[in-house]
Each structure stands twice: as structure tokens, then as C-alpha cells.
């Protein structure tokens, strides 16, 4: 599977923005059962410890030249896919490369687009 197209979030005529409204998705037939469906997330991968926090910025190299995650404030027990999600906004927010979120993918050996 390739990268996905980065598109701005839609804003229907008549509708409130995703970003503004206080309910976060459009107002429209539909909506509520879909809003409550998006605040029960249903992850994949079992519950585990996972840094919360994971993007570039918190990585450093150690002198053996391997990368090691810092900044270790945000760890906690939960769901793996949550370390991916930084990176993949990387991409379709910020223009990070496709690589870096296909790398860590793969080291975590799950793709939650999946």
C-alpha cells in the first residue's frame, strides 16, 4: 500500500468546521452515532508500554550511532498504534517523508492503515 493523498478536511456548505466545532465532525444526519463510534477507538495491537510522545524531535543518537527515544514524560501503558499516528501526521500535515513513517512501520512490524 502506498502513502495515502494529504487533503485539507472537508467543510461542507452549511455545515461547522471539523476543526472549530465543538463536536469535532461536521453537523449532519449521521453524526452523533458516528461521533460516538469515534470516541470508542478499537485498536489492534494488545495494550503495551509505549513512549506517548514519539516523533524525531524526541530522539537522540547514542554514541554508538543508534537511535534512542528521550523525553520519556508522556509514557504510559496503551495501545502500540499510538506511537505511529505522530510520524504518519508528519507526512500528511507537514510534508515529512514517506520513508520515515514506512521505516518505523515496519520496525514496529504493524501498519495501522491496514
Known sequence: MGPPRRRPCPTPA???SCV????????RPGADSLSDELLRPHFALPRAVIHGDAHVGSMLRAPEGHAVLCDLDFMCLGPPEWDLMPEFVGY?????????????????GFDPRT
Request: glycine share 8%.
Open 14 to 16: 452549511g455545515t461547522e
Open 20 to 27: 472549530t466545532s465543538k463536536r469535532r465532525i461536521p453537523s
Open 92 to 108: 500528511l500535515r507537514y510534508g515529512r517523508p514517506w520513508a520515515d513513517y514506512q521505516r518505523l512501520s515496519d520496525a514496529y
